[in-house]
């Protein structure tokens, strides 16, 4: 099943496939936010790629359409770069599709700043690196 907001990630789909695949390797770990108990609707979640410590990449991170703008990201994102930092990652990294402004706000409102245009999965994109490198 291919993800409706796959136009906001670095990859082409996002799936529930693409999801317990990234789960399932070392170094990877999904912080899932949901309304309420654990049968509750997934609101978002966020991944954290720190197999390469000590430098993480944070992604892909989502909230559901619907629910934008009510500060479920920065909690789910928040949430995982405290995590992160107990786990001695002392560099966090994301890459930002070029026309992802959006995403681009987002993430300097966290104190992320860009460093680096690259090309990704044949797009520009930009990396951005959090707080002071």
Do not use: W
Request: hydrophobic residues 40%; glycine residues 10%; proline residues 5%.
């Amino acid at each position: 099943m291919s993800n409706s907001n796959s136009e906001f990630f670095q990859y082409p789909k996002v799936s529930p496939v693409f999801i317990r695949d990234m789960c399932a390797k070392p170094g990877f770990k999904m912080f899932v936010l949901r309304c309420g108990g654990a049968d509750s609707p997934v609101v978002g979640f966020c991944g954290a790629n720190f197999a390469s410590p000590p430098t993480a990449e944070l992604g892909p991170i989502c909230v559901a359409g619907g629910l934008r703008k009510r500060g479920y990201g920065e909690e789910l994102a928040k949430h995982a770069l405290d995590f992160l930092k107990q786990n001695g990652i002392t560099k966090v990294f994301v890459k930002v599709k070029r026309s992802n402004v959006a995403a681009q706000k987002f993430f300097k409102s966290l104190d992320f700043k860009v460093t680096e245009q690259i090309i990704c999965g044949g797009e520009e994109a930009l990396v951005m690196r959090y707080g002071k490198d």
